[in-house]
C-alpha cells in the first residue's frame, strides 16, 4: 500500500481563508483543544490501521552542511531569509490503500480547531513517501 507525509506547516503553505495568529498567541484552551483534535486524528488512523508514525515539532532548526575537511565543524546557519521560509510544524506519516484515501484524511486534519473552536482549514502538504516500510529501531 502506498505511504504519505501529511505535513503540517507553521509558515510557507498557502494563505489560509481567514488569517490565523501563531499558536503562542492562542488562548490555551485553544491550544488544548486543536492538540485533542490531533491526538483524536491519531487515535483514529491507529484504530483504522492506517498509522504509522506522527509528531510535532518545535519551531527552532538550525541547517547543517558538511564543513569540508574531515574533522571540520559542520557549518550551521538558521537559513537565508529564516522569517519567510517553509517550517513544519509536524507530520502524520500513513499507510493507505490509496492517494485518495490520504487526501480524505490530509482534508480532516486540515478541518482542526483554531482560535475559538472554528476550523483553521490549514493547508496541509501532502507527499508520497518513496519506500515501503518505516526503518526499525534498535
Known amino acids: ?13 498557502p494563505d489560509l481563508p481567514e488569517p490565523v495568529p501563531p499558536m503562542d498567541q492562542w488562548a490555551p484552551e485553544d ?7 490531533l ?5 483514529m488512523l491507529k484504530e483504522s490501521g492506517e498509522f504509522v508514525d506522527g509528531t510535532g515539532l518545535n519551531p527552532d532548526r538550525v541547517w547543517v552542511q558538511y564543513g569540508g575537511a574531515p574533522g571540520a565543524t559542520p557549518v550551521t546557519t538558521d537559513g537565508p531569509y529564516p522569517e519567510t521560509s517553509d517550517l513544519v510544524a509536524g507530520w502524520y506519516w500513513v499507510d493507505v490503500a490509496s492517494r485518495e484515501r490520504a487526501l480524505e484524511i490530509a482534508a480532516h486534519v486540515s478541518s482542526g480547531p483554531g482560535p475559538g473552536g472554528k476550523p483553521m482549514y490549514e493547508w496541509i502538504e501532502v507527499r508520497q513517501v518513496m519506500f515501503s516500510s518505516p526503518v526499525e529501531a534498535d
Open 1 to 13: 500500500m502506498p505511504q504519505f507525509l501529511l505535513l503540517k506547516h507553521y509558515r510557507g503553505a
Open 39 to 43: 491526538d483524536d486524528c491519531t487515535t
Open 31 to 37: 491550544v488544548d483543544r486543536h492538540l485533542r483534535f
